[in-house]
Structure formats: C-alpha cells, structure tokens
C-alpha cells in the first residue's frame, strides 16, 4: 500500500441502507465500502485513478435509533424516461407534495470512521499523471477540507465530516468482534446496461472491517 492514505470521518447520524429493507431503510451496523468510496471521491476524484478501501476501523459503539423520513411512494418509471429521451414523449415530472409519505428508518448515532484505502492507476491516466501527484492532491485537498460535493454517510441528509489521519498510531476502535452477514461491497458498473451489485461476508474483528482478501459474490 505504498500509495495509502487514511480519512477520519464521523457525523451525528448515517444510513447504509440494507438492499433487502430499502422500503422502509434499516442500516448496516458498519459503512459499506462503496459509501467510503463515495466519501473518497467527494474529496479527490480523477478519471485516472480507481480507489480500493482496504480497511474501515469503526471507532465508535455500534448505536441504532429510529426516526421517519419523507420518502417518495413512487418513482418515474424507466419506460417513460426511454421515451422521452427517445421521441420526447410524456413528461418528467413527479410531484413531491402529492408522491411524499413518511416512513420508518433505523440508522445509526453518531457514527466515528477511520478509512484506510489506496488507489490503483487505470488506463485514463495521462503521461503526466503519477502516484505521488495524486496523493499529494488528495492530501492537500483533505487537510483544507476541499471537496468536490459535500460527502454524506449513506444519505445526502447525512452529512460527513472529514479529516486526513497523519498520525502513527491509530486510535482505540469499538473493540466489537460480529459476523455481519453478507454486505453490499460495491456495483459492477463495468455493463452500463447491466449492473450488478457485490456482496461479501462482513467480519467485524476488534472493531476493524479487513477488506483486503474478502471474497466478492455477484
């Protein structure tokens, strides 16, 4: 991991929803990799550049409270989004006053990360472009606290608050040993057409989410 690099993050709430119960949304006990990944690429995001999360260190207790949410009964639906692109047929549009219903949703408190992730060069990458230069943005935009859209813990409602992690030594996490079950690792975005979602087998260990070896299920 020579190109590593850690984010303190942390918030007064968050939502990783679970696929199975988005109707009324219950959250993973842990953020998900792909919700660290969006929380990397809020601050630093280059085409030539892929970010890999290799650990997540949940420092703070596991904490679930209820709340309700306005949350839409309904969405447009794909065939009127094809025909309207295709021969500008129907409209798109949804009314929020009349579609808006309150739902229940568990999330978590106060919710304390450390990400611990590195990022692979892709093909996009220009001659001009090298590992040390897109760390070092990533560490200068970090430290300031720039982004490119405000990072959010699972929900945009969710605000994210963010900081780089110099130190040498981490600090004490929740020290909590589960078995998770299985959790969303990311989308295969690979098909546009097609997109397939990846679980994996979550092992919480003394409070730390190891991502480097796990198996990946389509």
Known sequence: MAYG??????????????????????SYAVMTPSAARGVLEAVFWHPGLHWVVDR??????????????????????????????????????QSTKEDIQQRAATILKEPHYIIEAHFEMTEKASASDNEGK?????????????????PYLGCREFPARFRLYEEAELPP?????KDLGFMLYDI??????????MFFQAQLVDGVLDLRDCGVYR
């Open 134 to 150: 897109f760390r070092e943005m990533f560490c200068r935009r970090a430290r300031k606290g720039q982004c490119y859209h405000a």
């Open 5 to 26: 690099v850690r984010l303190e993050v942390w918030g007064e709430a968050a939502c990783f929803t679970r696929p199975e119960l988005k109707a009324e949304r219950f």
């Open 173 to 177: 996490t929740n020290g909590e040993t």
């Open 188 to 197: 295969d975005y690979s098909d546009p057409k097609n997109l397939q979602p």
């Open 56 to 93: 997540i260190y949940v420092l703070a207790k596991t904490q679930f409270t209820n709340v309700r949410r306005n949350e839409l009964k309904a969405k447009i639906p794909a065939r009127t989004v094809k025909a309207f692109a295709e021969k500008e047929r129907g409209e798109l549009y």
